[in-house]
């Protein structure tokens, strides 16, 4: 059974830094692209950023690019998403996602297994 746990959420002031962590279990990491979304209250799941199977590859959303970072590291199964320069809309409930094939993608319906998510809080 996949087992995806996300970490690192927390409260944290517009400006400043926090680094998700997500530990993946119960398939072989390194075969499948990841990804990581975002939902915040009343609005629907979004795509954050994606990162191919060897780490290659990433993909952002524009909201997004140049302040955060998605990186993996294989031989410890866990997906990275390093946030910097939060703003208060990035509040949301963090999540990652694990594909069925190699390529990262933007699109929700390409990915099969799913975190609990983590809630992330930028105060202005």
């Known amino acids: 059974q996949v087992q995806l746990v996300e970490s690192g959420g927390g409260l944290v002031q517009s400006g400043g830094s926090l680094r998700l962590s997500c530990a993946a279990s119960?398939?072989?990491?390194?075969?499948?692209?990841m990804g990581w979304f975002r939902q915040a209250p009343g609005k629907e799941r979004e795509f954050v950023a994606a990162?191919?199977?060897?780490?290659?590859?990433?993909h952002y959303a524009d909201s997004v690019k140049g302040r955060f970072t998605i990186s993996r590291d294989n031989a410890k199964s866990t997906l990275i998403l390093q946030m910097n320069s939060l703003k208060p809309e990035d509040t949301a409930v963090y999540y990652c996602?694990?594909?069925?094939?190699?390529?990262?993608?933007?699109?929700?319906?390409?990915?099969?297994?799913w975190g609990q998510g983590t809630q992330v809080t930028v105060s202005s």
């Open positions: 119960g398939r072989t990491f390194s075969s499948y692209a």
């Open positions: 990162i191919n199977w060897i780490g290659s590859i990433t």
């Open positions: 996602a694990s594909t069925v094939g190699r390529i990262g993608v933007t699109t929700t319906a390409a990915y099969r297994y």
